[in-house]
């Protein structure tokens, strides 16, 4: 079952059981009905990093409902991303739908001239599934090319949560970069991070001395990073597993580091870089030492309010443990539960060895038994989706929204303020308004 924006997929035998060996520690796994935006959401930052870029979302009218609300906020000129809107049809109709999308493509192409890149994203409803995007790509693209390239991934609600939509788009641009020409390493960072971030982190890099640092997904579609056997990249965002895979295929090896969230997890995530490329321990103190001191300036007024409170992550964005990470560890918060759609094992390694020993886990959901337990926690602030956000407040719970954490830039040193603010607004608010 499908409906507007969320993936609600009820999968086979809705087992919870409490497993061992994610970096020893028990986690219990949901695979019960849940509660998630699908992929399709990823383009309202997307479309943002990528400024030449177009998504096409191939899909019904309520994918063009989803991304109208989700991005409803924000007015543009010119718009950077639609919906080819396809209809109910037989098997017979599959021509005339690839007719259909070929010249809604060209209508598209011709209007806009600044396109380079246009993605079709492929959306749930089953007369988009009939569809084949990747030979309707490949076919387009000789068309087009070499003015626009187009390629395809999916942001179905069936298969994709909402981060995992950047990770299917982020695979999709792998194969088209160029292969680099050097032996001497080279750092990749992975994972769309706000452009005023990724200036500070090229900043921090290049006063450690590592000069050659390229980012994924790029600002314009013809600067793409190289990639090769002398790329080292590293992780911004903890949802990009099939991205890393492609990567690795290309020869790339991953730099293994905890997420740039809050003073700590920064400098952590900057230093296994450094130690990387070989960056002196100095040079690297002194890169980071006054950034770092003003993010636990910043994070300090916070602590005071958060500190002993406790926070219930529903699974949504994937950025749950990262979060929950710092929220302990720099702001003294009490996990209650800490809920992810998916766990990479490899990638959220050196995250899990710094929460604390005795944090409840989950992956995936069943999304009624995980209300029950929030509702017996009663915690002091929920993390979760819009769905689940207005009926917990009903309740009487302060909740704070996932995508939010998306759409706000909450990386790296100088954010790391902004990014406690984001937690210690909701409970401000609910003072106040007992008050
Ligand atoms: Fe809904 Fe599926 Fe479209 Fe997402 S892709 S908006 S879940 S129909």
Redesign the pocket.
């Known amino acids: 079952a ?6 609600a997929s009820q999968a086979q035998g809705r087992a919870a059981s409490p497993m061992a060996g994610c970096a020893e520690r028990p986690i219990l796994r949901e695979r019960g009905q849940r509660e998630v ?4 959401t990823g383009i309202v930052w997307l479309h943002r990093k990528i400024q030449d870029a177009f998504f096409l ?1 191939v ?2 009218r ?2 063009a ?2 991304m109208q609300s989700a991005a409803g906020v924000m007015i543009f000129a010119e718009p950077r991303f639609a919906t080819a809107v396809m209809e109910e049809r037989d098997l017979a109709g599959l021509a005339d739908a690839n007719e259909e999308l070929d010249a809604a493509v060209s209508r598209l192409v011709e209007r806009r001239p600044d396109i380079r890149m246009l993605f079709l994203v492929g ?3 089953s007369e988009v599934i009939k569809l084949d995007l990747s030979r309707a790509a490949a076919r387009l693209s000789e068309r087009y090319a070499p003015d626009v390239r187009i390629l395809n991934y999916s ?4 298969e994709t949560t909402f981060t995992q939509g950047e990770d299917n788009c982020l695979a999709a641009l792998v194969p088209q970069l160029p292969e680099a020409e050097t032996t001497s390493p080279q750092l990749l960072v992975v994972g769309a991070l706000a452009d005023v971030v990724e200036d500070q982190f090229a900043r921090l890099f290049s006063a450690m001395g590592i000069e050659t640092v390229r980012f994924l997904p790029p600002r314009k579609a013809r600067d793409l990073p190289p990639v090769g056997p002398s790329t080292r990249y590293l992780l911004a965002q903890p949802f990009l597993g099939e991205t890393a895979r492609c990567l690795e295929e290309r020869g790339a090896g991953r730099i293994a580091a905890p997420f740039p969230l809050g003073a700590e997890g920064t400098t952590l995530w900057l230093k296994a870089a450094a130690d990387a490329f070989g960056v002196d321990p100095m040079r690297f103190r002194s890169a980071t030492a006054a950034a770092e001191a003003r993010a636990k300036r910043a994070l300090e007024p916070y602590r005071a309010e958060l500190s002993g409170r406790s926070v219930f992550f529903f699974p949504d964005s994937q950025l749950e443990i990262p979060l929950a990470r710092m929220l302990s560890r720099e702001l003294g918060m009490a996990l209650t539960e800490v809920g992810t759609p998916y766990l990479h094992r490899q990638h959220a390694a050196e995250e899990l060895a710094l929460l604390p020993e005795d944090v409840f886990l989950s992956e995936g959901q069943d999304v009624d038994r995980q209300l029950e337990r929030a509702r017996a926690e009663r915690p002091d602030i929920t993390v979760c989706g819009l769905g689940l956000a207005n009926p917990l407040e009903a309740e009487g719970l302060t909740t704070k929204w996932s995508i939010e954490l998306l759409f706000t830039p909450i990386q790296g040193y100088e954010q790391a303020g902004d990014l406690a603010g984001l937690f210690a607004r909701p409970l401000d608010r609910k003072t106040r308004l007992k008050v």
């Open positions: 499908v409906h507007p924006g969320r993936a935006f699908c992929g399709l979302v899909g019904s309520t994918c409902h989803l959306s749930c409803p942001g179905s609600g069936i």
